[in-house]
């Protein structure tokens, strides 16, 4: 029996490589998680997107508690099973009538782990739908294992390199994941997705987190860092992240900014060994 999921979201997430949307948090706790953002950016500048855009879960307690929510890993659990590493995760922020977008994608083409098990949680905080640049997908393309991705830096992706899928796309089905603040999609690794600009004058904003069984590996140089969430860890494949007791927590920041290194290490080596892959079967 699923813990969280309906028998027919775990068939969707199986047969498109994505279900949806899936109840997590109340609103008003998805709203108050937005209006911490909003604190942070008030008092730290420009400054803070960096500490949103890796890791933030080592820097600020209410990161920490989102991605350690019970319901969200009660839906995870139901996918990849009960012993489970937080991987990685990305504040996405859209400004109102902001002009970034995502190109279409597999997030496996970032991870360095073996094999290609890890699960995206997107935790809507502000409602993501049509209008403001809503997550769209080709469903079954989980099914088609790593596609060829070039970079095209400066092109306004919000991924770092503008990362995107190169060969053709089959897009005659695309499905639109419209969530409302306190809800959450779930996406496979390989997954063909993408995001369209924000037309509205709302902001969208989206926590994905990236959770892996503890059985997958990390096949970089670089030993990475995971924090264990829920389980137990039988393999010792990653260092495990502590827990934050408060924002910039002094205990936990020489581990934040060490890890933070590691994961860009790993993440640049993989996307040269993929650009290379790409390469050669081109
Ligand atoms: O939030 C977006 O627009 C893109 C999200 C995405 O690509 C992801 O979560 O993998």
Redesign the pocket.
Known sequence: MPKLLTPAQVRQYEDEGATHPIRVLPAELARKCYLEIEKGEASHGPSFRKVLRTKPHLALKWVDELVNHEAVLDAVEDIIGPDILLYNL?L?I?DAHDSS??GW?Q?STYFPLDPAVQI?A?IALTD?VEDN???KYVPGSHKLGQLRHGEQPGSGS??SKGQHIVEPVDAKVVKSISLQPGEMSL?HTW?V???EPNHSARR?I?L?VSYIPTSVQCTGTVRHTAMLVRGVDRYNHFDHEPRVSADFDPAVEPFRQDAIARYNQARDEQVALKAKLFAAAS
């Open positions: 990305t996405w859209k977008f995502v994608h997030d995206t997107w993501s640049g809503n997550v919000l991924l996406h997954l997705h993408f995001s969208r989206g994905g």
